[in-house]
Structures are given as structure tokens and as C-alpha cells.
Nanobody
Framework: QRQLVESGGGLVQAGGSLRLSCQAS????????MGWSRQAPGKEREFVAA????????DYADSVKGRFTISRHNPKNTIDLQMNSLKPEDTAVYYC??????????????WGQGIQVTVSS
């Protein structure tokens, strides 16, 4: 049984918006963090955003700051990623992750299957 299930990907024009959601199953602890990473064709997987369930820690990649917002819905065990002002370079497979912050740096420990986001120019 998959622990992290993504939804909401698709095709959008540059400048548009998409909202990704991740349903997490299993026990949720306040100090556990959830996040998003992405992998574009021919590139390495990279960090996008993360937050703890408690809200104490939150972090974004420089490339998405001011455009993407991560949010958590504790009663539902879901994490959303609101993506605005999308650019063609945001095209990638986006992965929901579960991990933790260590010295203010997010470390992913578990990964979802991934969902495609394509931004056309």
C-alpha cells in the first residue's frame, strides 16, 4: 500500500497555475516533515518545498520562492503545493516526499510515485 499519493498534475500554459495534492497515509507525527521534489528530463531530482506538520519549519527552493506555496491540512493528512506563474522550466515529474528537517535542512526519506507537470510556452 502506497503511503504517499499525488494528484493534480497536468498541462498548463506559461503564466498559469496548478495545485498539487498529496494524501499521506500512516501515522502522522508533528515533527515529521512533508515536501515536494521534482525531476526534469535529463536532470537530477531537486528539492522544491517542505513543511513540518506543526508548521515550525518551512523551506522553498530559490527557483520557486514567491511563486509556489506549500500548505498542510492536518485533519486530512494532506499536503498541497500551489504553483503560480508557472514557467516552462517548471516542467518535471513532481514527487511528494516525507522526511524531516535536520539542522534546518529538509531530508526526504520516503517518496510518492510522482506526477507529471508540463508547462507549455
Amino acid at each position: 500500500q502506497r503511503q504517499l499519493v499525488e494528484s493534480g498534475g497536468g498541462l498548463v500554459q506559461a503564466g498559469g497555475s496548478l495545485r498539487l495534492s498529496c494524501q499521506a497515509s500512516g501515522r502522522v507525527l508533528a515533527n515529521v516533515a512533508m515536501g515536494w521534489s521534482r525531476q526534469a528530463p535529463g536532470k537530477e531530482r531537486e528539492f522544491v518545498a517542505a513543511t513540518t506538520w506543526s508548521g515550525e519549519n518551512e523551506d522553498y527552493a530559490d527557483s520557486v520562492k514567491g511563486r509556489f506555496t506549500i500548505s498542510r491540512h492536518n485533519p486530512k493528512n494532506t499536503i498541497d503545493l500551489q504553483m503560480n506563474s508557472l514557467k516552462p522550466e517548471d516542467t518535471a515529474v513532481y514527487y511528494c516526499t516525507r522526511g524531516m528537517f535536520i539542522s534546518n535542512t529538509y531530508r526526504a526519506l520516503d517518496w510518492g510515485q510522482g506526477i507529471q507537470v508540463t508547462v507549455s510556452s
